[in-house]
């Protein structure tokens, strides 16, 4: 006799785990700080973990970091994770920890509310799903939001005070110098860089050029980044390489968003002259900011270039930079409008070798393509839209309707692009260094 099997329907669901993860912060990157974080990360990890109704999701940190939603990309990666429904529980230790701002804390909460995702703070024994949980939430985040306003407040007054005694800050970051115990020490390999940066702006070379030389030389940044023109400008423009400091140049105008704010009179400024050992003397620094001066106001002559038709059309496709408009042979009669690929111009032709484009051949292929007699800078707006450059001598126009033409150029050889008054300059100078002779 066969074996009789009666499928018995199921009428309760399986238990499920809820999938945990937590949350942690530390405001700023000291050690014991760093230290406190591991110590959060391996608390969580082992609560999580040594719960059987719990599933094990992860620990997300932010280090050295305001308490601003978007500045913190373990933040937004944990947001992004409770989107993608992986996540029904969030652990933190406080308000303050998770935002302090009361409107984006709200805000998150509810989404995640709206996910079903609940937040549980421990400092404070609050729910986010609970009951009188958003009220809650907002009466203690409000009071978050007024204790950070209120510490920084008070910082603010120290560093003020320290400023009217002619202490700097204790956060300094300078090329050229170690800062410790509120004072500048000089880095000698360092030093040499600043050096050569002064001597090579006052024989002639521009921000751009030292840029690009010291690039090219492999020197590193302070901060291991990547050098720029602002950089430069700033070395050449710090008062602190000839010894002195000066005091409250900026300040911060908003204790949530950190946003920083240069000191136009807003609040006094100290200058503190001898305040350690310089690096430049006095004249050097001088002479720098003489003709800093002077180069500026040349470049803000009245015959300066202005906005041009092909502004954001022309595309580099070697490395995807614009095109910008340049003067080559600027200040001399031979000053001729050039369109140079951007990453060429201010990081170097080893970083990207595009050739330049003079304008008038720009204007003549434009002509072309556009089957005009003359070139017309208004049906050049109204019909092209784009103009790709994906190799030298080659020039991609695209337009409206999406339609493409790619078209050709070389430059015109010297004597083809030689002027009647050039060459009458050349023959001048070829009989006079005859009669000299």
Known sequence: MGRKITKVEQTAP??????????????????????????????YSNLIQGKPEWEYVGV????????????????????????????????????S???????????????????GVGVYFEEQNLHSLSGDGELMLTILASYAQEESRSVSENQKWRIRKDFKEGKPSNNIRIYGFDYKDFKLTIIPEEAEVVRMIFADYLSGLGKNAIMKKLIRLGVPTKCGG?????TIGSILGNEKFIGDTCLQKGFITDHLTKQWKSNSGE???????????????????????????RRAAKANHPRKLTFSEFSGLIT??????????????????????????????????????????PE??????????LGLAVYDPDVLSGKITAIAVPDDGVLVFTFKDGTEQTSTWENRSRRESWTDEMRQTARERALGGTDNG
């Open 14 to 43: 399986l238990p499920t785990r809820q999938r945990v993860a937590a949350y942690a912060r530390v405001s700023c990157g000291k050690d014991e700080m760093l230290h406190s974080l591991a110590a959060q990360v391996s608390y």
């Open 226 to 230: 990547r050098w720029s023109e602002s």
């Open 97 to 115: 920890r998770f935002a302090r701002n009361t409107v984006t804390l709200l805000e998150t909460v509810r989404e995640l509310k709206n996910l």
């Open 60 to 95: 997300y940190t932010d280090e050295a970091e305001t308490g601003t939603k978007d500045s913190r990309p373990e933040y937004q990666r944990l947001l992004a994770d409770c989107r993608a429904r992986r996540i029904d529980l969030i652990l933190t230790k406080s308000i």
């Open 267 to 293: 609040l006094p400024k100290y200058y503190v002259e001898g305040s350690h050992e310089a690096i430049i003397d006095r004249e050097t620094f001088e002479a720098v900011q003489i003709e800093m001066a």
């Open 360 to 369: 008038d051949i720009l204007k003549e292929k434009c002509t072309e393509v």
């Open 316 to 357: 580099c496709k070697k490395c995807g930079a614009k095109f910008r408009k340049k003067v080559s042979g600027v200040g001399t009669k031979y000053a001729k409008v050039v369109w140079a690929c951007a990453t060429y111009t201010y990081r170097g032709k080893h970083e990207c070798a595009a050739k330049r484009i």
